[in-house]
Nanobody, 115 residues
Framework: QVQLVESGGGLVQPGGSLRLSCAASGSILKLIAMGWYRQAPGKQRELVARITRGGSTYYVDSVKGRFTISSDSAKNTVYLQMNSLSPEDTAVYYC?????????WGQGIQVTVSS
């Protein structure tokens, strides 16, 4: 069973930056894509960014130009660089592995943007 371990969250002031990391504990078979979701209090979980095995990326409109997703296949790790953060970005962020078969999820990491 592959486990996903997220790191890099925390408290940051508006306009600041954070870099989230998600490391998989083992090899991921039948990988389609890796991505980041987030869920703010009282809201549904939403897909924030996604990167396919071939390197194609997707971003939700609200983060385009501010967030960058990348991956290191050798380390089985996906990153989310978040710049120009605003209070609206406050949420629990979840790493996701989309594959042929059951998907994997991280435990979630809190990102709080506040002055």
């Amino acid at each position: 069973q592959v486990q996903l371990v997220e790191s890099g969250g925390g408290l940051v002031q508006p306009g600041g930056s954070l870099r989230l990391s998600c490391a998989a504990s083992g090899s991921i078979l039948k990988l389609i894509a890796m991505g980041w979701y987030r869920q703010a209090p009282g809201k549904q979980r939403e897909l924030v960014a996604r990167i396919t095995r071939g390197g194609s990326t997707y971003y939700v409109d609200s983060v385009k130009g501010r967030f960058t997703i990348s991956s290191d296949s050798a380390k089985n790790t996906v990153y989310l660089q978040m710049n120009s953060l605003s209070p609206e970005d406050t949420a629990v962020y979840y790493c996701n592995v989309d594959r042929i078969g059951p998907n994997y999820w991280g435990q979630g990491i809190q990102v709080t943007v506040s002055s």
